[in-house]
């Protein structure tokens, strides 16, 4: 990319509930986390509908393990969605738009009166969605900032986006 690139949105609150399922599917601990509490809830049926599998005893354990799957589900699909909306509709900073300057030195973010400069070194992977992408960043702390596909003028400048990446080596998943 010779010159640099400029991209502006303003997010979306659903967007951020989103991200949030994006980096959770992602993310192996979560995954395997999943796996393990699915494989519970479904012994815990099955031992909750044919009593003569297991012994009496592991009734209320079986109980518990459903009520736990039911309360992570619970959470997942509704609770965090409804702090997000909660938390967009009072911070300001959410709602504000975003304007991201790309170059082959790095990647400027604008919100505000505020400025980051991030270093392409600093970018872990960016996960794809059907229409943002999640772009994973590491230095201090980490951070997550998104970039929808809409922001971009055209096919081409979104294919330099990605041509970028892939010359910086940073993986788009």
């Known amino acids: 990319m010779e010159n640099s690139m400029v991209v502006r949105f303003t997010p979306q609150k659903e967007q951020y509930v989103r991200a949030t399922r994006i980096l959770a ?21 099955v031992i909750l509908i044919f009593p003569g599998i297991g012994q009496q005893s592991w009734n209320s354990v079986a109980l518990m393990v459903i009520l736990v799957g039911a309360f992570y589900l619970f959470y997942f699909t509704v609770l965090v969605p409804m702090q997000f909306s909660k938390n967009y509709q009072k911070n300001k900073y959410l709602q ?14 604008n919100v505000g009166d505020k400025s980051s400069d991030l270093q392409w070194e600093n970018f872990i992977k960016v996960l794809e969605d059907d229409d943002f992408y999640l772009l994973l960043y590491k230095a201090q702390e980490r951070f997550y900032p998104f970039i929808t596909k809409s922001a971009f003028e ?4 979104l294919d330099a986006f990605l041509s970028l990446l892939a010359e910086k080596s940073i993986p788009v998943k």
């Open 25 to 45: 599917r992602k993310s192996p601990g979560f995954m395997v986390l999943v796996a393990i509490l699915a494989l519970a809830v479904i012994a815990s049926a």
């Open 96 to 109: 504000m738009e975003r304007e991201f300057i790309i170059s082959d030195e790095k990647m400027i973010m």
């Open 154 to 157: 055209d096919q081409e400048s």
